[in-house]
């Protein structure tokens, strides 16, 4: 049977005092860079194909790219595909059934986060 009241119940107790995890962020910011990262690829093959139709189209899609828009497009899809990357070697980890104590998920946490960003600076440099 339907129940009536529903439309009078609070959508949850916890809304209110629930504070976000370090685990449940990274969770998060993984789904979140694998979409990202599309965008960035879709802008890399734009400006291939732009290279292959012809010196005008390449014109175009070269001045998107190496605009300060661009610029920070492909900045931040560098850090996206670090991060995912460093995700996804964490979720590996944790396939063997290690790394599920505590201290060790806020470690791996971290480490995901600041190896991200330690790696993105390097390989800016280095390229």
Aim: proline share 3%; glycine share 12%; hydrophobic share 55%.
């Amino acid at each position: 049977m339907a129940d009536v009241n529903r439309g009078n119940r609070p959508l949850s107790p916890h809304i209110g005092i629930y504070r976000p995890q370090l685990n449940s962020i990274t969770s998060i910011m993984t789904r979140i860079t694998g979409n990202a990262l599309i965008v960035g690829s879709l802008l890399i093959t734009w400006w291939l194909v732009a290279a292959a139709a012809g010196p005008d189209a390449f014109a175009t899609a070269d001045a998107v790219l190496t605009s300060w828009f661009g610029d920070l497009i492909m900045f931040g899809s560098l850090w996206a595909l670090w991060y995912h990357l460093l995700a996804g070697l964490r979720h590996l980890y944790w396939d063997t059934g290690r790394g599920f104590n505590l201290d060790q998920v806020a470690i791996l946490g971290w480490g995901v986060i600041g190896g991200s960003v330690v790696l993105t600076i390097l390989t800016v440099l280095i390229v």
